[in-house]
């Protein structure tokens, strides 16, 4: 096998990793249909991945990761920058001569026995002023194959970088021995490097999801002037045909996927609303010819969390799912090979193999309150197969944005919808965002942690530079500005169950945004945004779900008390970024002070 490219730059690298990590073989991975199906029967007869159905799931298959490597690890993931004071606070950093140190005897010989991939991609289509090179070198077909999904790779990708350019991003990964203690998911932002080792699980081994289109390129961005954020990308089709671009940035698992395949309610539907997806996780953002502020989704695919994904909840993203996907960690129906996972429907399988790999009967399994399927189980699925894919998704120059989202899931301090008063405040909304954790990270569930962005775990670098990086790209785009606002869809009554529907009756929620975006919806000024007059969000057809204008106005409540115990506690958060913190989030704190 050729090496595929002239660039030696790339050639130098891959030689220095190659004689590093010793593998007995080195496939330079071209991205055509050959190539990658001689692999995946590879992977299937090696056991790695198995066959599923394929009259009911053409091209999908199944894989289990280890027991111990199901979801990303935060504690393990490291930023090394050349000071510590680069990487802030809220990042885990090492010295980076201290990090090669530790893990160059690790990768010693680590691909002894192995074949080494080397698999060019782009992050961005192919020829975008917006989209990155990077190259990952791994020991895992399982990779190899939804990196094929996620990303654009192969030869197209080597020539947009060109014979000369130095300008990728180099990713080394080996799964090793898949040792916990011995697992590092480590960025190098000032080498464009990234080293992943002892792990085969999504966001920890496709390094040009978060490792690269996130925390690498979040540092890039600081450096070019764009903007790399943990955001969906989704049009809003009007009826008359003007589609608006909006971006929500949720943390993990608190519902990206779902808003940008929503379904509008049939009432919004025969008005002739429709949605378009762009993108379900990441947005890279760059101030376009005309001044606006313009997105594009770095990636080609989705990988998307299974659990509560059903025909209802999100029909698009299931659609997705029926041809050539991945499913990892999903429950398996030993009958016909299909999969099953946690509320796709109400008959577990009963003849089933659960995530960590037992024959077990489903229903008497879930009687005793075992889960069939890992709650962070995924499904990586190619995007062209979403029903609902914009045609702009290729688009090199993007979609220009009219408004940003943040939100995450509070039982109750935010309301469902809340509108900045102008970009600097927004940028304070984003940096006071607070979440409780989920299963996308190992670790407690359900605990509320300060969340900036949806960027604490992808940020590469001080998150005080990043929100100065905010307010910088405020002023470049002045009044062409997208509106901020901020959202939630999970706050609880007494019971603890969420209050508004959510999915997609969330369409409600985005047309009062769209029309406040550009001036067309009132509002009432509270203390911490504007916010509609509960009358203003359309409500109609939710009466059989119990819900009232009188539910609207207590879901848009602000409660002082807990408003002003949450500036206490955003006060201790600010405090960790010491003299960093911008002036103006220390005043727009005093402010929301004031008003409350
Ligand atoms: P990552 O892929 O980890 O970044 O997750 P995500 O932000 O894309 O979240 P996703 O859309 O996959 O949703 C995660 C979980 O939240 C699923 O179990 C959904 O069913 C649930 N969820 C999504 N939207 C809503 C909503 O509007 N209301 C409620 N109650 N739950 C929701
Ligand atoms: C997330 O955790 O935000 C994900 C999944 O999108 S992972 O790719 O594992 O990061
Ligand atoms: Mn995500």
Known sequence: MSVLTRNPNVIKWVEEMHALTKPD??????????QLTALKEEALASGEISLLNQDKLPGCVYHRTAVNDVARVEDRTFICTNTQEEAGPTNNWCDPKEMYDKLIPMFDGVMKGRTMYVIPYSMGPI????????????????????MDIMTRIG???????????????RGLHSKADIDQEKRYIVHFPQDNTIWSINSGYGGNVLLGKKCFALRIASYQGWKEGWMAEHML??????????TVYVTAA???ACGKTNLAMLIPPEGYQKKGYKVWTVGDDIAWLKKGPDGRLYAINPENGFFGVAPGTNEKSNYNALESTKKNTIFTNVALNNDDKTVWWEGLDKNPPINAVEWKGAKVNGPEFKAKGENLAHPNSRFTAPAKNCPCISKEFDNPNGVPISAMIFGGRRA????LVYQAFDWRHGVFVGSIMASETTAAAIGAVGVVRRDPMAMLPFCGYNMADYWEHWFKMGEELGEKAPKIFNVNWFRTDDDGKFIWPGYGDNMRVLDWIIERAVGNAEAIETAIGYEPKPEDINIEGLESEGVTVDVVKNLL????ALWKDDASNIREFYKKFGDKLPKELENQLNWLEDRL
């Not at 030869?155 to 991003?169: H, M, Q, R, W």
């Open 25 to 34: 073989k080195v496939v330079w991975i071209d991205g055509g249909n050959a």
């Open 127 to 146: 020829g975008s002023p917006l989209a990155k090179v990077g190259v990952e070198l791994t020991d895992s077909i399982y990779v190899v194959l939804n």
């Open 155 to 169: 030869v197209k990708a080597f020539e947009n970088l060109g014979d000369t350019s130095n300008d990728f991003v």
């Open 233 to 242: 990308i989704l049009g809003i089709e009007k009826p008359g045909g003007e």
């Open 250 to 252: 949720f943390p993990s």
């Open 412 to 415: 109750k301090t935010a309301p």
């Open 557 to 560: 409540d602000v409660d002082p």
